[in-house]
């Protein structure tokens, strides 16, 4: 069974950076387009970004552009995010999955909680 393991979320003040990480148990993760969603408080799960197979096409949401940056090393089975200049409205759990997200893949996700 495959599964997806989000990791690097925390408290961070409001400008600040953080650099999520998602490890995929699987080999054939290089053969997946990647994505990361986030689910904030009371509001239905989102989109952030995704990835192409190769790491060469990225998509963002509107909230995240020029802010956020998906990378991807599919030598490790990690997709990555790193975040900056970060909003109180970037408060969320934030989740990796395939793009389009698989409903067996979701995992617990990681907490991100930007304070002022």
């Known amino acids: 069974q495959v599964q997806l393991v989000e990791s690097g979320g925390g408290l961070v003040q409001a400008g600040g950076s953080l650099r999520l990480s998602c490890t995929a148990s699987?080999?054939?993760?290089?053969?997946?387009?990647m994505g990361w969603f986030r689910q904030p408080p009371g509001k239905e799960r989102e989109f952030v970004a995704s990835?192409?197979?190769?790491?060469?096409?990225?998509r963002y949401g509107d909230s995240v552009k020029g802010r956020f940056t998906i990378s991807r090393d599919n030598v490790k089975n990690t997709v990555y995010l790193q975040m900056n200049s970060l909003e109180l409205e970037d408060t969320a759990v934030y989740y990796c999955?395939?793009?389009?997200?698989?409903?067996?893949?979701w995992g617990q996700g990681t907490q991100v909680t930007v304070s002022s």
């Open positions: 990835i192409s197979t190769g790491g060469s096409l990225t």
């Open positions: 699987s080999r054939t993760f290089s053969s997946w387009t």
């Open positions: 999955n395939t793009y389009p997200p698989r409903v067996c893949f």
